[in-house]
T-cell receptor, first 117, second 110 residues
Framework: GAGVSQSPSNKVTEKGKDVELRCDPI?????LYWYRQSLGQGLEFLIY????????KSGLPSDRFSAERTGGSVSTLTIQRTQQEDSAVYLC???????????????FGQGTRLTVV | LAKTTQPISMDSYEGQEVNITCSHN???????ITWYQQFPSQGPRFIIQ???TKVTNEVASLFIPADRKSSTLSLPRVSLSDTAVYYC???????????FGSGTRLQVQP
């Protein structure tokens, strides 16, 4: 597609359930990022994938959070045993990856609004 | 990534020029300066990027002094639709993750 696509756009889940959020990056982009944004707050970095390198997981808030990126393309963010404090908008972005300045422009999806009830 | 400091909020009126300054005292030699704009209920959108001196595009200008310890985003003749949060980022994002600060909430009044 032309841009970063995220699904679902909205997700309501019960506390304790597992959820999977999907991100389809722009074709050819080797870098992929996940962020979380609570209402009225800034973006909280979660995880970063770059090509075949080991992902930077330093932003994951707990071991309930994990992410995969299959075939260097689609990524899935999984939250196990969801808690109410996990409610937020989860944003995915992609960029071309290492190189000159033009590779540092990241394109964001519209996000998945997760509500844990 | 180098830590950035920017004002929490700014107010302006339609037609005025708005300048948002970001401090990044620990910027590294390989770091670029990038600004993003975020509207409510949307993901951030790239505005402009620079390394030194001045960069201009159809949306904004970016002024970077010689020591690169700060940068100023300039929005000419703002309109109501420029009301958004503006984030300043510093880093070599091709090799490391983007880290967003708190951003500057710009409110444009009629």
């Amino acid at each position: 597609g032309a841009g970063v696509s995220q699904s679902p756009s909205n997700k309501v889940t019960e506390k304790g359930k597992d959820v999977e959020l999907r991100c389809d990056p722009i074709s050819g982009h080797t870098a992929l990022y996940w962020y979380r944004q609570s209402l009225g707050q800034g973006l909280e970095f979660l995880i970063y994938f770059q090509g075949n390198s080991a992902p930077d997981k330093s932003g994951l808030p707990s071991d309930r959070f994990s992410a995969e990126r299959t075939g260097g393309s689609v990524s899935t963010l999984t939250i196990q045993r969801t808690q109410q404090e996990d409610s937020a908008v989860y944003l995915c972005a992609s960029s071309l990856g290492p190189g000159g300045p033009t590779n540092t422009e990241a394109f964001f999806g519209q996000g998945t609004r997760l509500t844990v009830v | 990534l180098a830590k950035t400091t920017q004002p929490i909020s700014m107010d302006s009126y339609e037609g005025q020029e708005v300048n948002i300054t970001c401090s990044h005292n620990n910027i590294a030699t390989n770091d670029y300066i990038t600004w993003y704009q975020q509207f409510p209920s949307q993901g951030p959108r790239f505005i402009i990027q620079g390394y030194k001196t001045k960069v201009t595009n159809e949306v904004a200008s970016l002024f970077i002094p010689a020591d690169r310890k700060s940068s100023t985003l300039s929005l000419p003749r703002v309109s109501l639709s420029d009301t958004a949060v503006y984030y300043c980022l510093v880093g070599d994002t091709g090799r490391r993750a983007l880290t967003f600060g708190s951003g500057t909430r710009l409110q444009v009044q009629p």
